[in-house]
């Protein structure tokens, strides 16, 4: 809760506590490099390291250690010992995650089957009409907080966080359809008065994160499979896909433990078969909503950062402040992994992190080098 709300010292303190209270409780170790500005003692990372020779540590608590030991390593840019501890952690955790590449790659097609040019110009301008949802999404750790911080210091806008809600609503629809037609087919046998209807219903169940504000950010990245979905029901709903370079991306999930989901981003060749089925379901989106879609590039924002800040609340009818280029002085609750990173001005150094493990991605650079 500390580092949600920004209290960096004090959440240091509580973490530095449970491990004085539990000194093999590794997920308070992950907890301090996961704030990304942590930088370990060496008594503690010797701590880890004999940690990890406990044979009766169990594998997720061992995967928490590697990860830690990780970024521990690479802000002393020791990068082969990072990578070592990186690819072991992601190994261990891996074991204890269930994902199949191709359900994922049945799962885009149907909503590619779904979602044609002509069930979109048959749906054109229905459903709710409301401005108010801004959607952010794309792939984890390529901006996308950073998106949100800059939108969120605006005064017409809130903040929110990574709302469930419009997988629930794909639910709901599975439900009150007949036996046997689930979303996203059941999409194409809503009726023009439930379009209208889930588009409320999804501005109803988030006002649970809201104020009276008059727009609203939505920064569920996994969204970006839904977009069909979310223009039946919301056409007028601004999308903004955050995008890296494709290595920067990938090798940033890597090296990432999420707390629960994305189980895709444990192994480099599942990583690089995720990242392509993103890019074709992007695609595929932006040839039936040719120019209403924003592909924000984390590189130009961080190159050019009063431009793109400008054309982005362009692109959400937003007035400019200069409020949002200040940022990282907005003060309320991140829940992502990149909360302490955004509480600071705009830095380069994560451009081109991918090069210090060059040597260890080949399985990356081979399966992407169309997108490189």
Same mark, same amino acid.
């Given at each position: 809760?500390?580092?949600t709300?920004?209290?960096?010292d004090?959440a240091?303190?509580?973490?530095?506590?449970c491990?004085?209270?539990?000194?093999?409780?590794?997920?308070?170790?992950?907890s301090?490099?996961?704030?990304?500005?942590?930088?370990?003692?060496?008594?503690?990372?010797?701590?880890?390291?004999?940690?990890i020779?406990?044979?009766?540590?169990? *594998?997720?608590?061992?995967?928490?250690?590697?990860?830690?030991?990780?970024?521990?390593?690479?802000?002393?840019?020791?990068?082969?010992?990072a990578? !070592?501890?990186?690819?072991?952690?992601?190994?261990l955790?891996r074991?204890s995650?269930?994902?199949e590449?191709v359900?994922t790659?049945?799962?885009?097609?149907?909503?590619m089957?779904?979602?044609?040019?002509?069930?979109?110009?048959? =749906?054109? %301008?229905?459903?709710?009409?409301?401005?108010?949802?801004?959607?952010?999404?794309?792939? *984890?750790?390529?901006?996308?907080t950073?998106?949100?911080?800059?939108?969120?210091?605006?005064?017409?806008?809130?903040?929110?966080?990574e709302?469930?809600?419009?997988?629930?609503?794909?639910?709901?629809? =599975?439900?009150?359809?007949?036996?046997?037609?689930?979303?996203?087919?059941?999409v194409?046998?809503?009726?023009d008065?439930e379009?209208?209807?889930f588009?409320?219903?999804?501005?109803? =169940?988030?006002?649970?994160?809201?104020t009276d504000?008059?727009y609203?950010?939505?920064?569920m990245p996994?969204?970006?499979a839904?977009?069909?979905?979310?223009?039946t029901?919301?056409?007028?709903?601004?999308?903004?896909?955050?995008?890296?370079?494709?290595?920067?991306s990938c090798?940033?999930?890597?090296?990432?433990?999420? !707390?629960k989901?994305?189980?895709?981003?444990?192994d480099?060749?599942?990583?690089?078969?995720?990242?392509l089925?993103?890019?074709?379901?992007?695609d595929?989106?932006?040839k039936?909503? *040719?120019?209403?879609?924003?592909?924000?590039?984390y590189?130009?924002?961080?190159?050019?950062?009063?431009d793109?800040?400008?054309?982005?609340?362009? !692109?959400? %009818?937003?007035?400019?402040?200069?409020?949002?280029l200040?940022? !990282?002085?907005?003060e309320?609750?991140?829940?992502t992994?990149?909360?302490?990173?955004?509480?600071?001005?705009?830095?380069k150094?994560?451009?081109?992190?991918?090069?210090n493990?060059?040597?260890?991605i080949?399985?990356?650079?081979?399966?992407?080098?169309?997108?490189?």
């Amino acid at each position: 809760i500390l580092k949600t709300v920004g209290k960096y010292d004090e959440a240091v303190a509580s973490y530095r506590k449970c491990i004085e209270a539990q000194p093999m409780f590794s997920e308070a170790y992950w907890s301090l490099a996961n704030l990304k500005t942590y930088t370990f003692e060496e008594a503690e990372i010797r701590g880890m390291e004999e940690h990890i020779q406990n044979p009766d540590l169990p *594998p997720p608590s061992k995967a928490f250690f590697h990860i830690a030991l990780a970024n521990a390593k690479e802000k002393q840019k020791k990068y082969g010992e990072a990578w !070592y501890h990186f690819f072991t952690g992601n190994e261990l955790r891996r074991q204890s995650e269930i994902y199949e590449s191709v359900t994922t790659q049945v799962t885009h097609e149907t909503l590619m089957e779904t979602f044609t040019n002509d069930f979109v110009s048959s =749906t054109k %301008g229905k459903g709710c009409q409301s401005v108010a949802p801004i959607f952010i999404l794309g792939l *984890p750790r390529s901006g996308s907080t950073l998106v949100e911080q800059i939108i969120a210091s605006h005064s017409q806008v809130e903040g929110t966080r990574e709302l469930p809600d419009i997988s629930l609503l794909g639910r709901k629809l =599975t439900k009150i359809k007949p036996q046997g037609i689930k979303y996203p087919d059941a999409v194409k046998h809503m009726t023009d008065e439930e379009k209208i209807e889930f588009g409320e219903d999804y501005l109803k =169940t988030s006002m649970r994160y809201r104020t009276d504000k008059p727009y609203f950010i939505d920064k569920m990245p996994n969204n970006f499979a839904h977009i069909g979905f979310i223009k039946t029901i919301l056409p007028n709903a601004k999308i903004i896909n955050a995008k890296r370079h494709p290595l920067d991306s990938c090798v940033s999930s890597f090296k990432q433990l999420f !707390y629960k989901g994305q189980s895709w981003s444990y192994d480099l060749f599942e990583i690089a078969e995720y990242y392509l089925e993103y890019q074709r379901m992007m695609d595929h989106w932006h040839k039936l909503f *040719p120019r209403e879609i924003l592909d924000l590039k984390y590189e130009n924002l961080i190159n050019n950062q009063q431009d793109e800040t400008e054309s982005l609340l362009k !692109y959400c %009818g937003l007035e400019w402040e200069e409020q949002c280029l200040k940022f !990282y002085e907005t003060e309320r609750s991140i829940n992502t992994a990149s909360s302490e990173q955004v509480r600071q001005p705009i830095y380069k150094g994560a451009m081109n992190a991918w090069k210090n493990y060059e040597n260890h991605i080949g399985i990356l650079t081979k399966a992407l080098k169309p997108m490189i």
